[in-house]
């Protein structure tokens, strides 16, 4: 478990040799569970306690889509448009602030992005279900859509962590190998992928009772896990300072 939680890759030092490259924490497993129980918990919530309607999962909102137009319940078919658009809008604001506006945001990227989140999050606690449900689904899929846009890296693989079909593929693929191949970086690849799967189902059953019993406040509860994650980010922040500074005065 321990060589699970590790995120550490070579890296070429300044002599040519090999080094361990920089702790990442926004790529390592820890952080990555937490963005996917966030991610199914936000799924549930909106499916169960505002309108049927997934914030995340896409894929379900086009088939629904597609089933309730097919049987001619119009009204029930066209709310499931505007959060694919806020997804697909939320896309766009992510790549066009990494490739335009990277120099100005880079450092705090991951903090705007993550408080961001979580500021909404308390908002949506407070907005009654007399409101249309729409505004609030939107306004969910576009910081989900940030989300999956800006960490889609795990160790030294890619992956989502706000649905979970490409990761049971590359899951499959990676075990596949480790089987056959004997691959043990493949299966250790494998295990991570199953983490976070395991990690988006669990944020789902936890999301939906909650939901189910709390209400629209439930949405609360997703906001302090992802606080975890700010303060696993900060923390290791922190560290690597630290560590910068030590190294800085054994140089001199």
């Not at 001619?72 to 990494?98: D, N, Q």
């Not at 983490?195 to 906001?223: D, E, K, N, R």
């Amino acid at each position: 478990m321990a060589v699970l939680l590790k995120n550490y890759v070579g890296t070429s030092s300044r002599d040519g040799g090999v080094t361990i490259k920089e702790y990442m924490v926004a790529e390592s497993v820890p952080f990555g569970m937490i963005l996917a129980i966030v991610g199914g918990f936000l799924d549930a919530y909106t499916y169960i306690g505002r309108g049927g309607v997934f914030c995340n999962s896409q894929t379900g909102n086009i088939v629904l889509l597609a089933v309730y137009a097919v049987k001619g319940e119009w009204s029930r078919a066209l709310v499931h448009i505007p959060p694919i658009i806020a997804f697909i809008l939320g896309v766009f604001t992510a790549e066009f602030i990494k490739r335009h506006l990277s120099k100005i945001v880079r450092a705090d990227w991951t903090y705007i992005v993550l408080l961001s989140e979580i500021a909404v999050m308390i908002i949506i606690g407070f907005i009654p279900t007399s409101v249309s449900n729409i505004l609030t689904t939107v306004v969910v899929s576009f910081v989900a859509s940030l989300q999956v846009s800006s960490f889609r890296r795990l160790v030294d693989a890619p992956y989502s962590t706000t649905m979970t079909t490409g990761n049971l593929r590359s899951a499959t693929v990676a075990a596949f190998l480790a089987l056959t191949k004997n691959d043990r970086r493949a299966g250790m690849r494998s295990m991570r992928y199953f983490a976070i799967i395991f990690s988006f189902m669990t944020g789902a059953v936890v999301g939906g009772l909650l939901t189910a019993h709390l209400g629209i406040t439930a949405i609360w509860f997703a906001g302090i896990i992802l606080l975890s994650a700010v303060v696993l980010f900060r923390t290791d922040e922190i560290r690597n300072k630290r560590k910068v500074k030590q190294q800085t005065v054994i140089k001199f």
